[in-house]
């Protein structure tokens, strides 16, 4: 059976198939159905199957015709793309069939619809500006992981005397915003964060074991609102704890590592923090980068992959996610489809660039990348191999140094500017690290 499909452009990654089946071949195919047919069906005056097919056809002929457009439309459908293939064009989705009207005695006339991968042009993806400042170490991080490792090491007890400033509070919700608590956990409080709001903090300071104290919480803006809420909850006090945080001085330095002064650990405190904020910069000058491209490129995206990724995110959402509400369901469904939408025009993007920028890496740039993950796990490089023998995928990792080697061309013939910042009274707070 031969088929001459006609292709019309709906859109840029949507296109509209339409082609005829001649009589005889749906005919005969339409025949085998009832066929078919029969052999399931008792009628009285005649054994099972042996019924005339006429009077088959006669009596469920609506039936007839959706078997045989489930058996024989698929099979149409499969000889098309075929003939679609010799002419370039490859569906990238399941194509949808349009509604049809047909009868015993005509030709079959079937349309259906798909989408295809769009044709990128990137006529100017090079020698543009965007606007970047970099992150910088402050001495406010600093100082934060300074304050982390100091109550990571604090000496924590019990306290009989009322509740001071940094105390901490264990204690089980009874009621919130008036009404019971059915499952009542405890929870662990540092009195002085302000979490909830001063007010929160103030009627902790003086609470004692067994207490049972009335407390506003103020509540963050949501669901489009500008202000925060507050609600009241009436909480009991299980236990006060007193922590004594170290002092911060040669010695504490000494005592957490090999350190031989406090200057030397936040010398290495800064160093970590300047390796994670230069990785941060870099993915951050990428996604500008590519954002810029995607702007002065526009392009469709395809429905299906969008729908199709979007999907996944949402299953796995709803899976970490209980108790969600059809309402909670819907936003995330479009914050995800937003999301995917972005991220395949990356996709579609990144491969364009590598297609026009034929860019290679040899196997010692990879044996080398490899190598600096084992140095950044303080491992020898082949006890690396030996340990991450099956995570290890040099295709996947030469992929990477391409794409990074195409945004690093692309970088140099781009100007950052510094972005102009919103004049306010308040004076910056914080001071880069020097």
């Given at each position: 059976?031969?088929?001459?499909?006609?292709?019309?452009?709906?859109?840029?990654?949507?296109?509209?198939?339409?082609f005829s089946v001649a009589n005889d071949v749906a005919q005969k195919d339409y025949e085998t159905t009832i066929k078919s047919f029969r052999q399931y069906v008792s009628m009285p005056g005649f054994r099972k199957g042996k019924a005339p097919l006429k009077m088959i056809e006669r009596m469920y002929k609506d039936q007839i015709k959706h078997g045989f457009f489930e058996d024989a439309v698929p099979k149409y459908y499969?000889?098309?793309?075929?003939?679609?293939?010799?002419?370039?064009?490859?569906?990238?989705?399941?194509?949808a069939l349009e509604e049809t009207d047909w009868e015993p005695g005509n030709d079959l006339e079937l349309s259906f619809t798909f989408e295809v991968n769009p044709e990128i042009e990137l006529k100017e993806y090079k020698n543009f500006s965007v606007e970047f400042e970099p992150e910088k170490v402050t001495k406010k991080m600093i100082d934060g992981e300074l304050s982390r490792l100091q109550e990571s090491y604090a000496?924590?007890?019990?306290?009989?005397?009322?509740?001071?400033?940094?105390?901490?509070?264990?204690?089980?919700?009874?009621?919130?915003?008036?009404?019971?608590?059915?499952?009542?956990?405890?929870?662990?409080?540092?009195?002085?964060?302000?979490?909830?709001?001063?007010?929160?903090?103030?009627?902790?300071?003086?609470?004692?074991?067994?207490?049972?104290?009335?407390?506003?919480?103020?509540?963050?803006?949501?669901?489009?609102?500008?202000?925060?809420?507050?609600?009241?909850?009436?909480?009991?006090?299980?236990?006060?704890?007193?922590?004594?945080?170290?002092?911060?001085?040669?010695?504490?330095?000494?005592?957490?590592?090999?350190?031989?002064?406090?200057?030397?650990?936040?010398?290495?405190?800064?160093?970590?923090?300047?390796?994670?904020?230069?990785?941060?910069?870099?993915?951050?000058?990428?996604?500008?980068?590519?954002?810029?491209?995607?702007?002065?490129?526009?392009?469709?995206?395809?429905?299906?992959?969008?729908?199709?990724?979007?999907?996944?995110?949402?299953?796995?959402?709803?899976?970490?996610?209980?108790?969600?509400?059809?309402?909670?369901?819907?936003?995330?469904?479009?914050?995800?489809?937003?999301?995917?939408?972005?991220?395949?025009?990356?996709?579609?993007?990144?491969?364009?660039?590598?297609?026009?920028?034929?860019?290679?890496?040899?196997?010692?740039?990879?044996?080398?990348?490899?190598?600096?993950?084992?140095?950044?796990?303080?491992?020898?490089?082949?006890?690396?191999?030996?340990?991450?023998?099956?995570?290890?995928?040099?295709?996947?990792?030469?992929?990477?140094?391409?794409?990074?080697?195409?945004?690093?061309?692309?970088?140099?013939?781009?100007?950052?500017?510094?972005?102009?910042?919103?004049?306010?009274?308040?004076?910056?707070?914080?001071?880069?690290?020097?």
């Amino acid at each position: 059976m031969e088929l001459k499909p006609k292709i019309e452009k709906v859109s840029e990654t949507k296109r509209k198939m339409s082609f005829s089946v001649a009589n005889d071949v749906a005919q005969k195919d339409y025949e085998t159905t009832i066929k078919s047919f029969r052999q399931y069906v008792s009628m009285p005056g005649f054994r099972k199957g042996k019924a005339p097919l006429k009077m088959i056809e006669r009596m469920y002929k609506d039936q007839i015709k959706h078997g045989f457009f489930e058996d024989a439309v698929p099979k149409y459908y499969k000889l098309a793309l075929e003939e679609l293939d010799k002419m370039g064009i490859h569906p990238i989705n399941q194509g949808a069939l349009e509604e049809t009207d047909w009868e015993p005695g005509n030709d079959l006339e079937l349309s259906f619809t798909f989408e295809v991968n769009p044709e990128i042009e990137l006529k100017e993806y090079k020698n543009f500006s965007v606007e970047f400042e970099p992150e910088k170490v402050t001495k406010k991080m600093i100082d934060g992981e300074l304050s982390r490792l100091q109550e990571s090491y604090a000496i924590i007890s019990d306290k009989e005397d009322p509740a001071e400033k940094d105390d901490v509070i264990n204690y089980t919700v009874l009621k919130f915003d008036g009404k019971g608590v059915t499952k009542k956990d405890e929870s662990s409080y540092k009195i002085g964060q302000e979490t909830y709001g001063k007010a929160f903090d103030k009627a902790l300071i003086g609470a004692q074991k067994g207490d049972e104290i009335t407390a506003t919480v103020e509540l963050g803006p949501k669901n489009g609102k500008d202000k925060s809420e507050k609600k009241e909850m009436l909480l009991k006090v299980n236990e006060v704890k007193k922590v004594e945080l170290p002092e911060l001085n040669d010695d504490f330095a000494k005592e957490i590592g090999e350190f031989d002064s406090l200057k030397a650990l936040k010398d290495e405190i800064k160093k970590s923090i300047n390796a994670q904020i230069s990785q941060r910069n870099r993915s951050q000058v990428k996604s500008l980068i590519l954002q810029k491209i995607i702007e002065k490129n526009p392009f469709e995206v395809p429905d299906s992959f969008v729908d199709n990724y979007a999907e996944e995110m949402m299953k796995k959402y709803a899976q970490q996610q209980k108790n969600l509400n059809t309402e909670a369901l819907a936003q995330m469904k479009s914050v995800y489809k937003s999301y995917a939408e972005n991220e395949i025009r990356v996709y579609y993007v990144m491969n364009r660039l590598k297609e026009l920028e034929k860019v290679d890496v040899s196997d010692e740039e990879i044996e080398n990348e490899i190598k600096r993950s084992a140095e950044n796990m303080g491992m020898d490089i082949d006890k690396y191999k030996e340990l991450y023998k099956k995570q290890i995928n040099k295709e996947e990792i030469k992929e990477n140094l391409i794409s990074d080697k195409i945004i690093n061309g692309i970088e140099s013939t781009v100007e950052f500017k510094k972005p102009i910042k919103e004049k306010t009274d308040k004076k910056e707070s914080e001071k880069e690290e020097k």
